[in-house]
């Protein structure tokens, strides 16, 4: 019983300090999800036919370098190429 009132309490002093305590599970879990998202980002572009990729600015060359330059990868909750 004291244990979850022990972590109950550090729970409420992590809140209160408006910092998150740091992990290094949550942070390797941010990475693979950022990975994952750029993944399929590489796979839509690649199933697109040329025409469609110059029409969006860019050629089957550039998927590799566009994928791994998507700044704003992590903002976006689902990966459209229509607004790329």
């Known amino acids: 019983m004291s244990t979850v009132h022990e972590i109950s309490k550090w729970h409420q002093q992590s809140a209160n300090t408006g910092r998150a ?3 290094p599970l949550e942070a390797y879990w941010n990475a693979f999800k950022i990975w994952r998202k750029r993944r399929m980002l ?17 050629t089957r060359g550039e998927i590799d370098y566009v994928s791994s330059k998507a700044s704003d990868i992590t903002k976006t909750p689902t990966l459209d190429v229509r607004y790329w």
């Open 21 to 23: 305590a740091y992990s």
């Open 42 to 58: 590489q796979t839509e572009l690649s199933s697109l036919t040329d025409r469609e990729l110059i029409d969006i600015g860019i």
